[in-house]
Each structure stands twice: as structure tokens, then as C-alpha cells.
């Protein structure tokens, strides 16, 4: 097929409906004046799914903007602001996956950005996804996964254990007056914490691998998370994007062997926080780069850089021995989040 008529058929109409035409899917709660008599006026809430990912402008509309939003969605350019971007946990909230710490990186950010109440669907098709397998891809909307439910669950019920379930919402109350050690906690410091934890994972990971003499050219993501090696979590809703993925990089994440058989690990995050990984980890690698941002589908990692480690077998042992050295002394630096139901009846 020539180019030409490449660019042609580009420029043909997409004749499916669900294209044009999408069910707006407004919950009850705010059709039909429940928000009233559980938010107060002009509130500050986080609703779910985050962003982009859902059609949450039209649940906010449906109220008359009786309450603010906490989430920054501006439009594709750019799809946050850099004051939600900078928090590590926007990334987690639009590809709704665990991350290291997230009770510590979502309080952070619930205090932050003033939230009172976080508001979710209890069943419907709330998440857009692309679906590719009738013809042109459109994007169709869909419900939440069993995964998807158990991890916004575990970012929330730290704060509010005991949330309230009215209509079809979940509402998870935010004490804000009770979390007063969060406050002084920055997104640079949650940045390199959580790049720290990741490669550290991955490193490791990558080592007990090749330990267990496991065949090397079927190193990546999926394999060590079947090895329980990475949080199976750290990886979900990767089924559900509606399109194939490269099961070596996920989510920006990546784990894998490269062309001249060395061990890749790379991950994707802030400009100083991998610059501080990469003097780091130099001295073990064969070959180490840092690559400026780029597009991608996660509209909340746009901004973020790639930090590429690349390990021959005596380097990998050698940093997988430093990473959990460093595990060790982390351990007692980190500030702790408080444990699940610390905050019971703050809301009640």
C-alpha cells in the first residue's frame, strides 16, 4: 500500500457510532440531589476514576459545580499541571495500580491539595478504554476490575475504614484535622523514594532470577511478577488497556534483556530523582543513560525522564547486594504512614 493511500484512508470518516455517540453515565448520586446532604458547598473532592480516564467533567457539571475537583485534569496540553503531576500517586490513581508506600504518597497528596471527600462508583462502566477488535479502535467505556476495586480500596480505607455507601457511590471521608504529619512531606521527597523502591525491586529481582538459572531470554515484567519476584499489583490493569502490551515494559517500568545479552532495567520518573539513581548505580552497569521525557498513554507521565541500567551477570549480583543494603538502611529512614484504621471514627 503506497503512502499516499495511507494518508487517504486517515483521513476517511469513522463510520462506528460508539465513536461518535458515547453514554454520558452520570451516577445517581448526583442526578439526583444525594451529593446535597453528604458535600458541603465548594468541598474539595477526589473523584474516581482520575482525570481523563473517566467522565467525571459531566459528574461535577450535573451539580452546578457545587463542589471543587481534585485532580488538575486541564486537557491534553497538558494533560495535569505540574502541581498534581510532581505527586508520584496521580500516576497510580489513572492506571489505578499499587506503588511502594502508597498509604504514605497518598496522604501526602490528600493533604495537599485540601481533599474533604473522595467519591467512587460502585458498579457501571466508569473507565475508558480503546477497544481495537472491531475494526477501527474507538474507546468504549467499562466497569472497574476485582483488582482495580481492591487497590483504591486499600489507597483509601487507611483514612476513612468505616466509608459511607449511599446511591451508587462509595463516599471515604478525609480527616484532615488528623493528618497533620503529612504535611511537611514534599512530592521531591515522595519522587525519589519511590524511584529508589522500584529499581531496587527490579534489580533484585532481576538477580534471583538468574539465580534460580531460569532461562534468560524469557527474563521480563510478567515472568518475575508469575515468580511472585515483583507485587503482581505493581502491574494491573494491563489486560484491561484494550490494546497489546510489550510484557518487558510496563507502566513505566521495564525488565528485560537487551540486544548484546545484558540485563535491562529501566524505570521512568523525575529528572532528579533519577539522576541520583544513575550515580548510584554506574559503577555496576555495562552501560547507564538517561532519556528526556515522551509521550505516553499514562497522560499523568508525560513530564517524566527513563533512567536505562543495563548489567552484565557480575554487575547484576553486585548492585542487587548494594539495592538491598540500601533496602536495610531505608527502612529506617522512611517516614511510616499510620497503620490501616489509624484514623477510625475521625469521620464518624
Known sequence: ??????????FLPNLSSTFWVHRTNVPAFFRNDFYSKYIKQNDTVLLI????????????????????????YLGLTPPLPKSYSEWPITRALYRIKEIPDSTLQMGAFLVNKHVNEVVMPNGGARIWRWNC???????????????????????????DPKPIHVADVTIYRIPLDRLTEYRTISPVELQADLANKQIRTLIVAANRYLNDRLPMERLSLLAAERLDLIPRLWLTNSES???????????????????????????????SALGRLQHDYSPYCTRVKIDGPSADANLAEWTLSTLTLDFDRVGLAKAAAYAARQESSAAAKTPEAPEKGAFAGASD
Open 241 to 271: 488497556l484494550g490494546f497489546a502490551i510489550d510484557s518487558t515494559d510496563i507502566y513505566g517500568l521495564s525488565l528485560g534483556i537487551d540486544r548484546s545479552g545484558d540485563v535491562r532495567v529501566a524505570i521512568r520518573g523525575s529528572l
Open 133 to 159: 477488535a472491531r475494526g477501527p479502535c474507538v474507546q468504549e467505556l467499562r466497569p472497574f476490575t476485582a483488582d482495580e476495586r481492591r487497590i483504591l480500596k486499600s489507597f483509601f480505607s487507611p483514612f
Open 1 to 10: 500500500m503506497s503512502f499516499a493511500v495511507v494518508i487517504f484512508i486517515s
Open 49 to 72: 476514576p482520575f482525570g481523563a480516564y473517566g467522565n467525571v467533567d459531566l459528574w461535577q457539571v450535573e451539580t452546578n459545580f457545587y463542589f471543587r475537583r481534585a485532580d488538575g
